[in-house]
């Protein structure tokens, strides 16, 4: 069973990364220029395991207690693991020292509470601010408004690096309301890049999950956030 996994996973694997290559391509992008994120959130360690054998070290979760078991079970392999989910503060001591990139800073307080702890493990952690593009009530993130003001705050945390933006389009509308969705957020990093204060970066654009990936590509996205057309077969 498991050497069936390992070889659908592997498949899966590389039609996903054709996919991206096309969509940039289409494009006119480098395909080097989107790095794949594959979200194991649906299945269990061991599954997620035969992924980063398969050639993927770049790995997500959303909860955070899922990403303390998944950390847990990789042990010291290289992998490098990012949160794409809402992080309460109370679970910041004991996450952000297992993240390589967190995407969904969502928070003034929990930028401040991220940079302290990172003062403390003498680190900086890279960051992208979560933008609600879609506008959707029940999501997370700032609004596309208020990130700008937030901007000097987010400079004068040192233990911060902030890097871009991340988002969601919005779950009903199809491929032309994502794309339409995604075209916003690459503008807001367009003019926030024109203002942006020393020692912040707007460079990257976390944006495309299984069903939107290729529309993300076509308008910029920088890193796409892929669960489920990787674990097809398996879950
Ligand atoms: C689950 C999740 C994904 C992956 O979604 P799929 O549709 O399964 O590819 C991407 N980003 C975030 C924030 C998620 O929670």
């Given amino acids: 069973m498991q050497r069936d996994f390992q070889e659908i996973i592997a498949e899966n694997l590389a039609r996903v990364r054709g996919r991206i290559d096309d969509a ?7 395909p080097n ?54 992080m309460q503060r109370n679970k910041v001591r004991r996450s952000a020292p297992l993240i390589s990139v967190l995407h969904s800073l969502d928070s003034p307080r929990l930028a401040v509470a991220l940079n302290s702890i990172m003062a403390e493990e003498s680190r900086r952690l890279p960051a992208l601010i979560e933008v609600n593009i879609s506008g959707d009530e029940r999501k997370h ?16 945390l040192p233990h911060l690096e902030i890097r871009g933006l991340m988002a969601m389009a919005a779950l009903e509308g199809g491929p032309d309301r994502a794309r339409h969705d995604f075209a916003a957020l ?3 990093r367009e003019r926030l890049r024109r203002n942006c204060p020393p020692g912040l970066a707007m460079d990257e654009l976390s944006m495309g999950m299984s069903g939107d990936f290729a529309e993300a590509i076509a308008e ?13 077969g398996v879950r």
């Fill in 141 to 156: 993130g700032f609004m596309p408004d208020d990130v700008e003001p937030l901007l000097s705050d987010l400079a004068e």
């Fill in 24 to 30: 940039a391509r289409a494009a006119g992008r480098d």
């Fill in 220 to 232: 910029g996205a920088t890193i796409v956030r892929i669960g489920t057309a990787l674990f097809e």
């Fill in 186 to 188: 690459r503008r807001l």
């Fill in 33 to 86: 220029e989107v790095t794949l994120l594959g979200v194991t959130k649906y299945v269990e360690p061991d599954v997620a395991m035969l992924l980063f054998d398969a050639g993927l070290a770049d790995l997500a979760e959303s909860r955070p207690q899922q990403l303390w078991r998944k950390a847990d079970s990789f042990g010291d392999l290289p992998v490098r693991w990012h949160m794409v989910g809402h």
